[in-house]
């Protein structure tokens, strides 16, 4: 069984930045790709961005493009999100993700029943 833990919300001003991270935990983790959903009050839940385990290729919302990294590092089985310039509509909880079965690119990486695996959430505020 895997497990996900996510660290690193919090409420912070427009224009700031805070760096998310998801541990993962498992005997056998091995992931095909990892990814980071939000869900704002009252949203539907929403893509952010993913990352292929191998070979670190990356996909992002074209609302964070330019604004968030994803990145991860294989020997601590952890993935980060570094979110900078933040906006007040980025406020949400964010979700990490992690898909087990192995293909697909963005189409099948943005869409959230792809993924086997999610952690608990953590709480993203972003307000003056």
């Known amino acids: 069984q895997v497990q996900l833990v996510e660290s690193g919300g919090g409420m912070v001003q427009p224009g700031g930045s805070l760096r998310l991270s998801c541990a993962a935990s498992g005997r056998t983790f091995s992931p095909y790709a990892m990814a980071w959903f939000r869900q704002a009050p009252g949203k539907e839940r929403e893509f952010v961005a993913a990352c292929t385990w191998r070979n670190a290729n990356t996909y992002y919302s074209d609302s964070v493009k330019g604004r968030f990294t994803i990145s991860r590092d294989n020997g601590k089985n952890t993935m980060y999100l570094q979110m900078n310039s933040l906006k007040p509509e980025d406020t949400a909880v964010y979700y990490c993700?992690?898909?087990?079965?192995?293909?697909?690119?963005?189409?099948?990486?943005?869409?959230?029943?792809?993924?086997?695996?999610w952690g608990q959430g953590t709480q993203v505020t972003v307000s003056s």
């Open positions: 993700a992690a898909k087990q079965t192995y293909g697909g690119a963005y189409y099948v990486l943005s869409t959230d029943y792809n993924y086997n695996y």
